[in-house]
């Protein structure tokens, strides 16, 4: 399930990212005639049809993967995440027809209704993604049931959507695939510069995919702030672990890097900043935190890997703004062809903005530790008692692998062969 | 009315729709494998031409049933899927290796291979697991459970073989047509195996697919059978697909009723196996503002690729 999730997350987050990408240089080229943009967008277009048909089958083995791998747990709570489930199958129809529309439509409609087209893709690609997450957002701080010997009673089930969790965690996510999207794209397209640097088709697409990465990073470091004051506020264990903050103390310092050694109750050799993590939890620099130790030892995450995903993230994303700033910088908004080392450094923002995102997943994920739903079953709970489960689990993550290589060798040599 | 029968209804819908378009695409990987003669590669053409714009959405009714199960009968998804784990594996690696070789198809032959074989593996499991649900204990590897399985695979081919008789012309439909009319001798033979299956190994299956209102059902579904024959014979295209597709609906609605107003025979029933009435009352509500979006962008899709031919 793990596995599957880390592949449909970098296939999802594309799904959700590209069609972004597809509004704005389909809607340039109607604006000023440039063929040059008409051919990313049907380059980009091929990359569609082969992302959104992974996406669709792993969408569909993580439906199955929810019944064959945690059947005793749905049971308990389909009840109440049905919901968001049934909005994103909705949303997944229209993503599925228009993009059926979209791709094999070039020569049967306007080129104006044509574009018209990628707007529903693009709405409800982004509709999906937030009612899935919102499921997550759920796990974190669940809320429109109650529990009444072990049998899930008074559903809400709009409450359980609209959790506590689920505005900063949507924001947090949606912006992460549109942050993904444009690095990876700028990144590929960067690649092809260092080895062709005349190749204007490359320029212009990586100028689309920076400016949209120059808007979306900044957004993403605020909307990443609000999710910390979030967990200040309603999920403290958590922003313990993401912080290492193992004491209770006034004016906490924030820890950058470090090793937290959970037997020792302490973060070594991190760089402390010191009060700033009071001051940026609750704009106080004198404000107390709460340590991992408040907690009942059964309910503390693994702080060592919450720490450390977290700092690499935040890590990552700062990184990523100073890219792009860079590159606005030396290439005016992309006006002028970047040079050799900031073409290389754009690469990098690619591989940079994967990590990123996955590690913000291991956050979320490894945060909850040692529960599914916060408070009312543990992980070790949830899990199906089938037979041959090993078996299956290591047959669909080759499966994944196996997809995930045939996908990113067709996506690597799209650029190409759009030139043969 | 009340709320668990529309959920029910709608369920029955989304499933037959499922049977009938996601059937088809699986029908079109059949016809792949088994194309042949001097239009082969032609035939081959054809199919893809008719799944491409349409085969994602015609899988979403897939996603859609499934979330219909595990949000308005939480139990009984979560016993489905104990009790029929094997069956449903497979059909999901079918269907992961079909969408991706369809997706990869263009790099090379062996994808091709890869979606024939897939489109036969998952229709031929998702019918040993009905089988296995309709004759009790989740007994998927019953003679029973095994014929319904071929069964599924014959209509599928017999679904797509008619419709693609629709949408080609020339030689190229003959081939189809030709096609059309063995599968659907092949998919009656399967049928007719069923209840003789039954008849022998599990009576009182035997006894739910004779009872009176299972053999009126059987009785309209073989008759819609054989009109299939008939159009196809005449020719008449555009009603062998409409034939085609009601006796599809009375084979699903001759399981449900054989399956005697249980989910799961002898275990859960909808009333029983309900979710919390909240739940309920907000799936419909979902469904009937949802439908108000789908409907059009269907019409939209299907009127913009099904209305011409290759």
């Known amino acids: 399930m793990g596995t599957s999730l880390a592949f449909h997350f970098v296939f999802a987050a594309l799904g959700v990212g590209l069609p972004l990408l597809m509004i704005v240089v389909e809607g340039l080229w109607l604006r000023t005639g440039d063929r040059r943009y008409y051919r990313l967008a049907r380059t980009w277009s091929r990359a569609m049809l082969a992302l959104f048909a992974i996406g669709a089958i792993s969408g569909t083995t993580l439906a199955f993967e929810l019944g064959l791998l945690w059947p005793v747990f749905m049971g308990n709570t389909g009840a109440v995440i049905g919901i968001p489930f049934t909005l994103e199958g909705f949303a997944f129809f229209i993503e599925a027809i228009f993009i059926g529309i979209y791709l094999h439509g070039w020569d049967r409609l306007s080129p104006r209704v044509h574009w018209l087209c990628s707007f529903p893709i693009a709405i409800s690609g982004a509709l999906s993604a937030a009612a899935v997450v919102s499921v997550n957002a759920w796990m974190n701080t669940p809320a429109g049931f109650t529990l009444a010997h072990g049998v899930v009673v008074d559903v809400d089930p709009w409450k359980a959507v609209f959790n506590p969790a689920m505005p900063t965690e949507v924001l947090h996510t949606t912006l992460a695939a549109y942050v993904f999207t444009a690095f990876a794209v700028a990144a590929l397209y960067a690649l092809v510069l260092v080895r062709r640097p005349s190749d204007s088709e490359a320029a212009l697409a990586l100028r689309v995919a920076m400016l949209v990465a120059l808007i979306a990073i900044p957004l993403q470091l605020v909307a990443g702030d609000m999710s910390s004051r979030f967990d200040a506020h309603s999920e403290p264990l958590k922003l313990a672990a993401t912080e290492g903050q193992f004491a209770t103390e006034r004016g906490a310092p924030l820890r950058i890097g470090g090793i937290p050694d959970a037997a020792a109750h302490t973060t070594r050799f991190a760089l402390e900043i010191p009060r700033l993590l009071s001051f940026l939890a609750f704009d106080d620099v004198n404000a107390p935190v709460r340590g991992v130790d408040a907690f009942p030892t059964l309910e503390q995450p693994p702080v060592l890997a919450v720490h450390l995903a977290f700092d690499t993230m935040v890590g990552s994303g700062f990184t990523l703004l100073g890219i792009a700033l860079w590159w606005a910088f030396a290439t005016r908004l992309g006006g002028r062809v970047p040079a050799r080392t900031l073409a290389r450094a754009v690469v990098l923002s690619g591989v940079l903005a994967l990590v990123a995102m996955e590690a913000g997943w291991l956050v979320t994920e490894e945060g909850r530790q040692p529960w599914i739903v916060v408070g009312f079953w543990r992980t070790s709970e949830a899990v199906t008692t089938a037979p041959a489960l090993d078996l299956a689990f290591y047959g669909f993550s080759l499966i994944y692998v196996l997809l995930a290589v045939t996908l990113g060798w067709l996506l690597a040599h799209l650029h190409r062969r759009n030139e043969a | ?310």
């Open chain 2, 1 to 310: 009315m009340n709320d668990v029968t529309l959920v029910v209804l709608v369920g029955l819908a989304a499933l037959t729709l499922y049977a009938l378009f996601g059937g088809a695409d699986f029908g079109g990987g059949v016809w792949d494998v088994l194309a042949s003669g001097q239009r082969r590669e032609a035939q081959r053409e054809a199919v893809a031409h008719a799944m491409g714009p349409v085969w994602e959405t015609n899988h979403v009714w897939l996603i859609f049933v499934i979330v219909l199960l595990f949000t308005c009968f939480p139990p009984a998804f979560a016993a489905l899927s104990v009790g029929l784990y094997v069956p449903l594996t497979f059909v999901l690696v079918g269907i992961i290796l079909r969408g991706a070789a369809f997706a990869f198809r263009s790099q090379g032959e062996a994808w091709g291979r890869v979606f024939g074989v897939a489109s036969v593996i998952a229709p031929f499991f998702f019918g040993c697991a009905a089988g296995g649900l309709a004759v009790g204990a989740f007994a998927w590897t019953s003679p029973f459970a095994l014929a319904v399985g071929v069964l599924a695979v014959a209509l599928c081919a017999q679904i797509a073989a008619v419709f693609l008789t629709v949408e080609t012309g020339g030689a190229l439909r003959e081939d189809f047509r030709f096609r059309a009319l063995a599968a659907t001798l092949v998919a009656g033979a399967a049928a007719a195996a069923v209840p003789a299956i039954a008849a022998r190994t599990v009576p009182s299956t035997f006894a739910a697919l004779t009872s009176h209102a299972t053999l009126i059902d059987i009785a309209l579904t073989v008759g819609m059978g054989a009109l299939v024959l008939a159009t196809l014979a005449f020719r008449r295209f555009t009603l062998a697909r409409v034939f085609v597709a009601l006796e599809t609906i009375g084979l699903l609605l001759g399981w449900y009723i054989a399956q005697a107003g249980y989910l799961i025979p002898g275990a859960a029933t909808p009333e029983n196996a309900a979710a919390p009435a909240a739940t309920l009352h907000v799936f419909l509500w979902i469904v009937a503002i949802g439908a108000v979006v789908l409907v059009p962008s269907l019409v939209l899709l299907f009127g913009l690729f099904k209305a011409d031919r290759t």
